[in-house]
Every structure is written in C-alpha cells, then in structure tokens.
C-alpha cells in the first residue's frame, strides 16, 4: 500500500477511534469511575473499588488515537522510511504503555507523612502520552535529519 494511503487511513482510524471511545465514555457519567464493580467482596475491607479494565483501554486508546492524529499530519511532510520507523517503535510503545496502566494504582494514594503520591491510571495514561509524543518528534528530527542528506 501507499505510503500516503497509510497516513490517511491512520488519520481516519484515529478520527473514528476518538470518536467512539468518547461515545462509549460519555455514556459512564462519571467516567472511569462508573464502571467500578458494585459488589463489594463480603470478606474484604479494601476501600478501593477496581475500575474495569474495558475503561481504561477505552480511556487509553482515545488519547493515544489522538496523538496518532497529530503525528500523522506530520507525516505527510516526511519521507517514508521516517513512518517507517515511528511505525516500529508505536507499535511496541502501545503494548508497553497498556501493561504499565495495567499495573499502575487504580487511585491516588497517600505516601510518606501524607504527602499524596499522584500516580494513578488517570495520571499514568497523560504521561504516557507526553512521553510518546517527546519520543515521536525526536524520533522524528532526527530520521528526518539523517535522511536529508539522502
């Protein structure tokens, strides 16, 4: 297939993806928190109530669609072996970031002398984010750099 067939079909995935996930949350009032498990265990006395893991890939493939999105306008003005390699490192990107929110703290908890320790799935999945967008564009420069010789 095309290179440029494939930047637009990943615009157009990241479009529809983004657009279900925001259908599919918005209909959770309350967000990642709506689809908690109601029933307490009889025998436990654990406050925190897991958060279903259907959620927080939905929550985490609306934001990572949307930075597809971006990057992929970015890749209609490079050459394709610069896609090529962004493509490579995303793909095992993703599969990392969801086995790290997977095992991040459902909610925030308290730390040392009660200072709060802010990591949490919701905290987790913008970092995540950040840091592959960073990622994406140094990549990118520097692919790009590399090849312009060429």
Known sequence: MNYKKQILINIAVSI????????????YPNGLQACEISIAH???YSTEIPVCPLIIIINYLSI????????SFIFLFTKEEVYRAWKRFS?????????????????????????SMS???????????????????????????KLRGK
């Open 64 to 71: 990572f669609s949307f930075a597809v999105f971006i990057l």
């Open 91 to 115: 793909f095992g990107y993703a599969i990392m970031a969801i086995l790290l929110l997977f095992g991040s703290p459902a909610s925030t908890s308290s730390g040392f002398s009660g200072l």
């Open 16 to 27: 529809t993806v983004m657009f279900l996930s925001f259908c599919l949350i918005k209909t």
């Open 119 to 145: 990591i949490s799935r919701s905290n987790m999945s913008f970092f995540l984010l950040y840091l592959f967008l960073i990622i994406s564009l140094i990549l990118i420069a520097y692919k790009s750099i």
């Open 42 to 44: 009889p025998n436990s």
